[in-house]
């Protein structure tokens, strides 16, 4: 069972760029091909540059014509020969009626994380880190706002997106209630948010952890890089 802060699998994310319609006319117009179906405005390509997101050089220009603007289809060989290789995870703050906060900590780590776990293909952060917290944990939590996401770059390894969620507060019943599963975590607890610090989390969650408190604390979103 995958944990917030461990191991997560993979996606592949293809950047895509925009150019408006003039650029296409001095062509001639829209070219034939296969299209694919995209949103009906595209935003500027983002893609790893070693120390987190910049933008693409446009070496490689991706040309839309009004009808591709008009239907939201675009040529399939206009999408990027690159893609990205990233790993996503999803955790949640969940608090208790004291205002402390649930921690889990796995049987394969020595440090201690925010329930949560791998995003699977096809699946939203929100469901991935609901799914998991009942799977590890038997306990149903609805995500509300998303906190913080954070991008981790780690020389050597494959990038890393993290997606920290807002679960609210639960009753002294539901927390009564959680049970541990055999493949999940190997204990829990639930610790007051300053005493939370680098000794008991991975050292570089730390600026991730202290980003979620600020971002629930003044109800907004953060979005930090972080270099191991």
């Not at 590890?136 to 913080?148: K, N």
Request: charge should be negative; include cysteine.
């Amino acid at each position: 069972m995958a944990t917030f802060f461990g191991t997560a699998r993979s996606l592949v994310v293809r950047p895509m760029e925009r150019q408006w319609p003039e650029s296409s006319s001095r062509r001639g117009g829209a070219s034939t091909g296969r299209t694919t179906a995209l949103g009906e405005r595209a935003t500027p390509v983002l893609v790893p540059t070693g120390r987190g997101w910049g933008p693409r050089s446009p070496s490689r220009p991706i040309l839309m014509s009004r009808a591709h603007l008009k239907t939201g289809l675009i040529q399939e060989d206009a999408m990027d020969a690159t893609a990205t290789s990233l790993a996503a995870s999803a955790g949640a703050i969940i608090a208790d009626e004291h205002g402390d906060v649930l921690m889990v900590n796995p049987m394969y780590t020595a440090y201690w994380n925010l329930p949560g776990g791998h995003v699977e293909a096809g699946e939203s952060p929100s469901a991935a880190c609901a799914r998991e917290i009942q799977a590890e944990l038997g306990l149903d939590v609805e995500m509300g706002d998303l906190l913080v996401v954070a991008w981790v770059d780690s020389d050597g390894w494959m990038p890393r997106v993290y997606y920290i969620f807002d679960a609210g507060e639960i009753s002294a019943e539901q927390r009564q209630a959680i049970t541990l599963r055999e493949d999940g975590a190997g204990e829990y607890r639930f610790a007051s948010p300053e005493r939370i610090d680098a000794s008991l989390i991975p050292p570089f969650v730390k600026p991730m952890w202290d980003a979620a408190l600020t971002a629930r604390k003044d109800k907004r979103l953060v979005c930090l890089e972080v270099e191991v």
